[in-house]
């Protein structure tokens, strides 16, 4: 099984700054990563795509990078409602797994 | 507009049985794989199963292998998730997905609790 670990496990900023996430896998996943997002309440939100796609509707201040083992999610200057917390999730293997997630609480 | 709608879940014993049901609109169902994920706070996101769009092939997480069935019935809309032997860990929000390789869109989850 792949094991994906995220860090921070919180981050602490300002509506404006950036915030950067990284998502590393245990072995390489090529680019069959994905990322969601999560408030509280609610199911998670579908964000990015292999590794650097974003879905439909996803505003552009959400950047995904990386390939093989290494990952980003950058959010370029953050908006009120982009506090919350984030996942990676790879498919390149079976079972699916997800990372522990990366809260992103305002400072 | 893209629409999951989880039912069916309940507080059972351990050693007990539950059928969840997921009733989709707002797309054609048999156009597309499905999942079941599993959240809970302590172990986080973890993905229970797939199933194909035609119900060809279904491929499940070790820890519910031989315990949980998923099927599904395009005519109906309908995603189910059969679970037995149901133990304390099984507790979970339960989450039906559309999606083979990234989930794109997400139900809003039904409450398992696994309890005596």
């Known amino acids: 099984e792949i094991v994906l670990t995220q860090s921070p496990g919180t981050l602490s900023l300002s509506p404006g700054e950036r915030a950067t996430l990284s998502c590393r896998a245990s072995q390489s996943v090529g680019s069959n990563l994905a990322w969601y997002q999560q408030k509280p309440g609610q199911a998670p939100r579908f964000l990015i795509y292999g590794a650097s796609s974003r879905a439909t509707g996803i505003p552009d201040r959400f950047s995904g990078g990386g390939s093989g083992t290494d990952f980003t999610l950058t959010i370029s200057s953050l908006e009120p409602d982009d506090f919350a917390v984030y996942y990676c999730q790879q498919y390149a293997n079976t079972p699916r797994t997800f990372g522990r997630g990366t809260k992103v609480e305002i400072k | 507009e893209v629409h999951l709608v989880e039912s069916g879940g309940d507080l059972v014993q351990p050693g007990g049985s539950l059928r969840l049901s997921c009733a989709a609109s707002?797309?054609?169902?048999?156009?597309?794989?499905m999942n079941w994920v599993r959240q809970t706070p302590g172990k986080g996101l973890e993905w229970v199963g797939y199933?194909?769009?035609?119900?060809?092939?279904?491929y499940y997480a070790d820890s519910v292998k031989g315990r949980f069935t998923i099927s599904r019935d395009n005519a109906k809309k309908s995603l189910y998730l059969q679970m037995n032997s149901l133990r304390a860990d099984d507790t979970a929000v339960y989450y039906c997905?559309?999606?083979?390789?990234?989930?794109?869109?997400w139900g809003q989850g039904t409450l398992v609790t696994v309890s005596s």
């Open positions: 199933i194909s769009r035609s119900a060809e092939t279904m």
């Open positions: 707002g797309f054609t169902i048999s156009n597309h794989d």
């Open positions: 997905i559309v999606g083979g390789y990234w989930f794109d869109y």
